[in-house]
């Protein structure tokens, strides 16, 4: 065999951490995952509400996978990093070390993670004061930020974490210092989960207003005030302490770093899509959304010039791809909400032996189910009496109503198998109800948008795909790569790596369209029907709770 001489290929890492696990992958300069290795991270739950993790833990399966993903290639052809996260909150004293964020002083939980609602009192309180930052998060904050989290740290830990922290890190951030020694933070981190705005910084007086003017005092010391662009270069690099810990040269490039769902939209939304009958072909990026799907559910649509969507996030400037705003609607709870559902049901272990024995998981199970049992109906109509509302953990977008509560009408005696296909399939449908109502709010409010691009654990179901096609009436492209969010994790690598001019190059040349999965137009009557009934059962749970305030 006669065989040319290749140019050494050039190869970038990502690493991503979600909710449950940290997830490593070797990318080409084409956006190929080359390898891909995946470990979990423990999660404590001491109370109702309270999440939390170790940042230990967490580093030590970034380490872990990273080492598998690159044994076995050139180091000398690896030429970036690129880390995501979880908007969760890490704190360390002023010797980095981690500090405890419970009641039981145990410091190495000193992670509250994004979807810890502990600090529920700390956010009607800032809400209350109506400060101007609020109207880059839609007019409401989440409990899920950083300053109701922080506020509540002082409040409820003062001597114990408070008074001792040295740092308070987005993770985010703290990844990106733990392996580069550089506190600098990510314009993505601050603007999107801190108030930080991109033109005028920290606002002095929310802060002060709030009770936290001791991070004034310290010109913001603890919670950033070298801020970088995302992708741009960290530092000098891998210092030789992470180098050997993640098994890497030291002085490889290390990129400001994104939150997770924003990595996911970067790996998706700039992909090229001629040739695919899309309507957002010859269109600006500013007719996509990018839907990153898992244990929770964010909608990133992005705009030239500032939209402020009532209910949803932002606009935060350069948050995500650079010189363009962008909005950010979200599902607390979708990947999570429908485990819950399935795993709760008394016909759960009949399910897992079928599943079992079948060699299939359980979703590939229940798709298959409901096909047998819809007869001549399409699979969706099986729900016409089955109605969810899905916010069993808070409403985030568009209402911003964390009190809001789940709800399911149409329910018989019956506790069979196909009841529980049923209700997850009228699951599912709900969370794309919900992903409608934040579609048709950003719309209302100026965005013009015409392709979903689906990313996450559950753009690989097929019945969830299909569904968003069909309730929202528009076109979901998946991702060649299933795994998006480590392709938007690789490509802040390879821009901190000077390969690529700018992030929109490497989106263009790393981001593939896989598949497209077009709505059933035939099929709109139903849905726009569904969807009244969806908007009935939230104003049905107010009523009723309106009458019960009253007793």
């Not at 569904?530 to 107010?542: I, P, T």
């Amino acid at each position: 065999m006669h065989s040319k001489k290749k140019t050494p290929e050039k190869y970038y890492v990502g690493i991503d951490v979600g909710s449950a696990s940290v997830r490593a992958a070797l990318v080409d300069g084409l956006g190929t995952v080359v390898a891909h290795a995946e470990q979990p991270i423990q999660i404590w739950e001491p109370q109702p509400d309270h999440y939390e993790q170790s940042s230990a833990d967490i580093w030590a399966a970034c380490c872990s996978v990273t080492k598998k993903v690159v044994s076995g290639v050139d180091a000398s052809h690896i030429r970036g990093v690129g880390f995501d996260a979880t908007c969760s909150l890490v704190v360390v004293d002023k010797q980095f070390q981690p500090l405890a964020v419970n009641c039981e002083g145990q410091n190495y939980r000193n992670v509250i993670m994004w979807m810890d609602h502990r600090a529920v009192s700390q956010v009607e309180r800032i809400n209350a004061t109506q400060h101007r930052v609020l109207s880059y998060v839609g007019g409401v904050m989440s409990v899920e930020m950083q300053p109701p989290k922080l506020l509540w740290v002082k409040e409820n830990l003062q001597e114990s974490c408070w008074e001792k922290a040295g740092h308070f890190f987005d993770l985010p951030d703290f990844l990106s210092w733990k392996a580069t020694g550089v506190t600098a933070r990510s314009l993505c981190t601050v603007v999107c989960k801190w108030t930080y705005t991109s033109d005028k910084g920290w606002d002095d007086s929310f802060w002060k207003m709030i009770g936290l003017e001791d991070l004034v005092e310290d010109k913001y010391e603890k919670i950033g005030n070298h801020v970088l662009s995302p992708g741009e270069s960290v530092g000098q690099g891998l210092t030789p302490e992470a180098a050997k810990d993640l098994g890497l040269p030291e002085g490889i490039a290390v990129a400001a770093s994104l939150i997770d769902a924003h990595a996911g939209g970067l790996g998706v939304i700039g992909a090229d899509v001629k040739g695919h009958n899309l309507p957002c072909e010859n269109q600006p990026i500013t007719s996509r959304v990018a839907m990153i799907c898992g244990t929770s559910s964010c909608h990133m649509g992005v705009s030239e010039a500032p939209i402020f969507v009532p209910g949803v996030w932002g606009p935060y400037f350069s948050a995500m791809v650079p010189g363009l705003w962008l909005n950010e609607g979200g599902q607390s709870a979708t990947g999570k909400l429908i485990d819950h559902v399935v795993r709760g049901h008394v016909a759960f272990p009949e399910l897992q032996a079928k599943a079992a024995a079948s060699a299939h998981s359980i979703y590939t199970y229940l798709n298959s189910h409901l096909d047998l049992i819809k007869k001549s109906l399409p699979v969706g109509f099986l729900t016409v009496d089955l109605h969810v509302w899905p916010d069993f953990h808070g409403n985030r977008s568009p209402l911003t109503d964390l009190t809001l509560k789940g709800m399911v009408v149409g329910l018989t005696l019956s506790q069979g198998l196909d009841e529980l296909a049923l209700i997850y399939l009228a699951t599912i449908q709900a969370i794309a109800l919900g992903t409608r109502h934040i579609l048709e709010t950003m719309q209302a409010a100026g965005h013009h948008i015409n392709t979903l691009f689906l990313c996450g654990g559950l753009s690989k179901n097929p019945l969830f795909v299909q569904m968003h096609a069909d309730i929202t009436g528009k076109p979901v492209v998946l991702s060649k790569e299933v795994e998006s969010v480590l392709v938007g994790a690789a490509i802040l690598g390879a821009c901190a790596s000077g390969d690529f001019a700018s992030i929109q190059e490497a989106m263009a040349k790393m981001g593939k369209v896989g598949r497209v999965v077009q709505p059933n137009h035939e099929h709109k009557r139903f849905y726009d029907k569904k969807y009244e009934v969806f908007l009935k059962l939230v104003e049905h749970q107010r009523e009723y709770r309106s009458i019960m305030n009253s007793f």
